[in-house]
């Protein structure tokens, strides 16, 4: 009897597995062309300032639209991007667009605005991630200030000594990193003093139901007087709410990002809803 229904079970499994990676390959072999076929687009993402309640950056989110499969979740793309190696030149995309875009909304007279641009661990892995870096600092004239790298925990708890060197190579090209996620992943508290971080983010996760999860509620109180005490910025994801702005605002937690400001948008309608002149004549 239990006999079988490991045998049921098993099959079902295969089962589910072979459609998740019939639907994998269709990905990614979509994926291997979308880039040429220009079926990527960035949305940005505001990120307020928590007093003023002002837009002090953006984050670069990346879209996927294809012809026939429609949108499909960087949730879902980004795991086969990373495993085929196409996130490399995906991902010097999006840096490069992000900071073309920023560049673009100054010249046009707009206050510069800094933008974040998310890492995965394959790119920030990569041997020469650090010249890419620069030259696409050199090639967009972005102020090295504006621009933030999102990193994961998971990917700076890996090879301590490589990874410390990146990271202050990256550092000393002037620009600022963040821990993406964060609270979520292998969480050694002691690396932080070593690393050159800028900003935490504290993950959606906690505060999704920071308002009724007396757990989460703790642990966001903790994340936000650990960055402070560490003399780091700290910065919210998904907040949906007046509560839990009240909370967080409270709390003195520095900055918020989430739809209770704005989902990610594309370029011309964070233009049209986010961006005002510095100076404007009126007639
Ligand atoms: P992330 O970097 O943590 O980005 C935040 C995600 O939370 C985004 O999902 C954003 O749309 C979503 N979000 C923002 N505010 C709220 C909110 O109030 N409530 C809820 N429920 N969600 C909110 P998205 O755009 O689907 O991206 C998912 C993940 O995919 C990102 O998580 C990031 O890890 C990855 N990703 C996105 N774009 C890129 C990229 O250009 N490169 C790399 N390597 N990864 C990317
Ligand atoms: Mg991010
Ligand atoms: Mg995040
Ligand atoms: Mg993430």
């Not at 795991?79 to 995309?93: D, K, N, R």
């Not at 995965?120 to 892995?125: H, L, N």
């Amino acid at each position: 009897k239990s006999k079988e229904l490991a045998g049921n079970k098993y099959q079902f499994y295969t089962k589910d597995m072979d459609d998740h990676s019939i639907e994998n390959v269709k990905i990614e072999n979509a994926l291997y062309k979308a880039l040429s076929k220009d079926e990527f687009h960035i949305y940005y993402q505001p990120q307020m300032d928590a007093v003023q309640e002002e837009v002090v950056g953006v984050e670069a989110l990346i879209r996927w639209e294809h012809p026939t499969m429609g949108m499909i979740s960087p949730g879902e793309f980004i795991p086969i991007a990373e495993e085929t190696g196409l996130i490399i030149p995906i991902g010097e995309w999006v840096l490069r667009q992000a900071c073309q875009q920023i560049m673009e909304w100054k010249r046009q007279g707009y206050a510069c605005l800094s933008v974040s641009v998310n890492l995965s661990a394959r790119q920030f892995k990569q041997r020469n991630l650090v010249a890419i870096v620069k030259e696409t600092l050199e090639e967009t004239g972005i102020d090295p200030e504006c621009l933030e790298l999102e990193l994961t925990e998971n990917i700076i708890i890996q090879n301590t000594d490589d990874t410390i060197k990146t990271m202050r190579d990256l550092k000393s090209l002037g620009i600022k990193i963040s821990i993406d996620d964060f609270g979520t992943g292998y969480s050694s508290l002691g690396y932080l003093k070593n690393f050159p971080i800028s900003t935490l983010k504290i993950d959606k996760s906690f505060v999704h139901d920071v308002m009724e999860n007396e757990n989460n509620e703790a642990i966001t109180h903790t994340i936000i007087t650990l960055a402070h005490n560490l003399n780091l910025r700290v910065i919210a994801e998904g907040v949906e709410t007046k509560e839990q702005l009240d909370f967080l605002v409270a709390k003195e937690c520095d900055y918020l990002q989430g739809y209770y400001f704005s989902k990610p948008i594309d370029a011309a309608t964070f233009k049209k809803k986010y961006l005002q002149r510095e100076s404007s004549t009126s007639f």
